[in-house]
T-cell receptor
Framework: DTEVTQTPKHLVMGMTNKKSLKCEQH?????MYWYKQKAKKPPELMFV???????INESVPSRFSPECPNSSLLNLHLHALQPEDSALYLC????????????FGPGTRLTVT | GENVEQHPSTLSVQEGDSAVIKCTYS??????FPWYKQELGKGPQLIID?????GEKKDQRIAVTLNKTAKHFSLHITETQPEDSAVYFC?????????????FGTGTSLTVIP
């Protein structure tokens, strides 16, 4: 089973709202990732958690705040977003944070109004 | 740093024909090359990958070839079907990047015409 689940599938939020995206995997993977994808573009890496510790933050604005409560769960807390933050937010996981296959979830389509 | 180029950006083929998508990379130290298929409204799906110690890998109608000397790798889909229509991304790892990060190609939109 190579399933990564994400909720919600769609999210519309105003610029003053606070919301959270959730990601879950039960493959025993120890690395989890957040990506942002704009239309017709490849995914752009935002954050990497390896063994529940934040290992990579690709200079993402502080209005995006990741959290890894345990090895199966990954959250992305959103606050005071801008319309240009509207995108597909993808979660992925891999065996570890060193090398190898990454499996993506279906994504959350976020629209900021 | 690593640069992954992908061609063509769009590709249309008749059902039953073959499709080939090519990628080139610049970092000779790259070792792992995955291919992802992304259907409309879905996340990328890992369909096949290859490591630098292998020249070719096949999985049913899909194959990937790697030429380390020339620094290019290709995805081959035979006997295409309408459900193969999607955007395909190649990627390469790089020791220049910490952790398990990839450089992605810019994507190929494949349309299989019934």
């Amino acid at each position: 089973d190579t399933e990564v689940t994400q909720t919600p599938k769609h999210l519309v939020m105003g610029m003053t709202n606070k919301k959270s995206l959730k990601c879950e995997q039960h493959m025993g993977h120890r690395a989890m990732y957040w990506y942002k994808q704009k239309a017709k573009k490849p995914p752009e890496l935002m954050f990497v958690y390896s063994y529940e510790k934040l290992s990579i933050n690709e200079s993402v604005p502080s209005r995006f705040s990741p959290e890894c409560p345990n090895s199966s769960l990954l959250n992305l807390h959103l606050h005071a977003l801008q319309p240009e933050d509207s995108a597909l937010y993808l979660c992925a996981s891999s065996q570890d944070g060193v090398a190898g296959e990454q499996y993506f979830g279906p994504g959350t389509r976020l629209t900021v109004t | 740093g690593e640069n992954v180029e992908q061609h063509p950006s769009t590709l249309s083929v008749q059902e039953g024909d073959s499709a080939v998508i090519k990628c080139t990379y610049s970092d000779s130290a790259s070792n792992y090359f995955p291919w992802y298929k992304q259907e409309l409204g879905k996340g990328p799906q890992l369909i096949i990958d290859i490591r630098s110690n292998v020249g070719e890998k096949k999985d049913q109608r899909i194959a990937v070839t790697l030429n380390k000397t020339a620094k290019h790798f290709s995805l081959h889909i035979t006997e295409t079907q309408p459900e193969d229509s999607a955007v395909y991304f190649c990627a390469a790892d790089s020791p220049l990047l910490t952790g398990n990060q990839f450089y992605f190609g810019t994507g190929t939109s494949l349309t299989v015409i019934p």
